[in-house]
């Protein structure tokens, strides 16, 4: 089972690297997110009393990047259809499970690694790590995010068929997760309904996780939100194999 999970790891990180524009976009847009919002709202946030806004809003900025990064993993899954590689994978004498963990490993892989160039960017528009002790549990959840939403890129991408009707159906769902996270703003202060769907978003522990060991700043205490999200993967792994078993060859 390792082979089939190494092979399809190594082939999904070749394939990010092949592309230098989709490298060097999937760098540049939180890259800009990061300095608009930071240089723009961090001045107001300022003289209305406020923290540090870049201090909070960079680990929100790296989780947009992780969950951005790993779930159009999927899109990958719907050209392998139309091109006729994944009729070849699934044939293989090796079992489908195994082709799912090495595609959302691979994926989850590049994200991270989009993740940890953001962290230098970060420093130069005044972010600090409140300590470098911690720096493997960052890249822990950061894993965790990136390997989560990569599963359901994949489930999604097992359900559709055509490739360019993906980004348009996935940003309907990832940008909800994404503004009702916390990445940008705490969810404390919303409106009770909205408080409740945002604590059900499983994003919103990847943030708060990221929160936790950047900026000691969880609300939830970083061994809830390793918890919340490895259960939550745990269920998206057992549906993401169940419709990766119904694909045709």
């Known amino acids: 089972m390792l082979d089939p999970i190494r092979i399809m790891w190594i082939r ?134 990136s390997f989560l939403f990569s599963l359901l890129g994949i489930s999604m991408g097992a359900k559709l068929d055509d490739p360019e009707a993906f980004p348009l159906i996935i940003n309907l769902v990832i940008v909800p997760i994404f503004f009702l996270s916390g990445a940008l703003f705490p969810i404390n202060n919303l409106p009770d309904a909205v408080t409740t769907i945002a604590k059900l978003n499983p994003l919103t522990y990847g943030v708060d996780g990221l929160r936790g060991t950047m900026i000691d700043g969880s609300d939830f205490g970083i061994v809830t939100d390793i918890g919340i999200l490895l259960g939550i993967t745990l269920v998206l792994l057992i549906i993401s194999s169940h419709l990766f078993e119904k694909l045709e060859t």
């Open 12 to 145: 999904q990180i070749k394939e990010y690297w092949r592309s230098k524009p989709r490298v060097i976009a999937s760098i540049a847009q939180p890259t800009i997110f990061l300095m608009a919002l930071g240089f723009g709202l961090g001045p107001v946030f300022q003289q209305a009393g406020g923290e540090d806004y870049v201090q909070s809003l960079t680990p929100g900025i790296l989780g947009m990047a992780l969950l951005f990064g790993s779930v159009f993993n999927g899109v990958s899954l719907l050209w392998d259809k139309q091109f006729g590689f994944l009729k070849e994978s699934l044939v293989a004498p090796v079992p489908r499970i195994s082709l799912l963990i090495g595609r959302s490993i691979g994926g989850a892989t590049t994200a991270v690694f989009q993740g940890i160039v953001l962290i230098p960017v970060s420093y130069l528009i005044g972010f600090r790590l409140d300590s470098l002790l911690f720096i493997p549990l960052i890249i822990l959840f950061m894993f965790l995010i």
